[in-house]
């Protein structure tokens, strides 16, 4: 099973910039399709971004497409989620995980799932 730890949240104003780590102990991450998604309070769980470097393959949902961007370190072990130009309806706690494909219906049926981790808390407010 993979397990990823997330961090690098924060309180951050409007507009600013932020960026996640999702690493992985003891394993590299190319091969697997690693998903971004977060909660908002009193939202459902949505997958926002994923990666699966082997492939090339990526993917953002439209609300965050052209302001963050996912990538895989040198080192294979962490996937970054580079947030830019944030807003206050970022405000959610970020989770990692791998999920079957990078296809937005396979990052929908991980939302069901509920082995999650603790995730990160972004804010964004003034």
């Known amino acids: 099973q993979v397990q990823l730890v997330e961090s690098g949240g924060g309180l951050v104003q409007p507009g600013g910039s932020l960026r996640l780590s999702c690493t992985a102990s003891?394993?590299?991450?190319?091969?697997?399709?690693i998903g971004w998604f977060r909660q908002a309070p009193g939202k459902e769980r949505e997958g926002i971004s994923c990666?699966?470097?082997?492939?090339?393959?990526?993917y953002y949902a439209d609300s965050v497409k052209g302001r963050f961007t996912i990538s895989l370190a040198n080192a294979k072990d962490t996937v970054y989620l580079q947030m830019n130009n944030l807003r206050p309806d970022d405000t959610a706690v970020y989770y990692c995980?791998?999920?079957?494909?990078?296809?937005?219906?396979?990052?929908?049926?991980?939302?069901?799932?509920?082995?999650w981790g603790q995730g990160t808390q972004v804010t964004v407010s003034s």
């Open positions: 995980l791998a999920a079957p494909t990078c296809a937005e219906s396979h990052l929908r049926l991980v939302t069901t799932l509920s082995n």
């Open positions: 003891g394993f590299t991450l190319e091969n697997y399709p």
């Open positions: 990666i699966r470097s082997s492939t090339g393959t990526f």
